[in-house]
């Protein structure tokens, strides 16, 4: 029996540059909004966070707050 990834939360390692995925899936979920965002859609990232972002401007609000 193979296992689908499909409608199933990625879980990933968040580099400068790419992410590498631990656990396969197809999204993953915006820290900051909830929203899911599709690995091909995926552009933002915190890598000291390890967070996932759905645009620019989410990944600008998490960084304004106080950790």
């Known amino acids: 029996m193979l296992m689908s990834s499909k409608n199933k939360v990625a879980r990933l390692h968040y580099m400068a540059n790419s992410f590498r995925m631990l656990t396969a899936g197809d999204h993953v979920v915006c820290a900051e909004t909830g ?15 390890q ?10 609000r998490a960084t304004m ?3």
């Open 65 to 67: 707050k106080k950790s």
């Open 51 to 60: 967070e996932p972002y759905v645009s620019a401007d989410a990944s600008v």
């Open 35 to 49: 929203q899911a965002i599709p690995l091909e859609e995926l552009r933002y990232w915190s890598v000291v966070k």
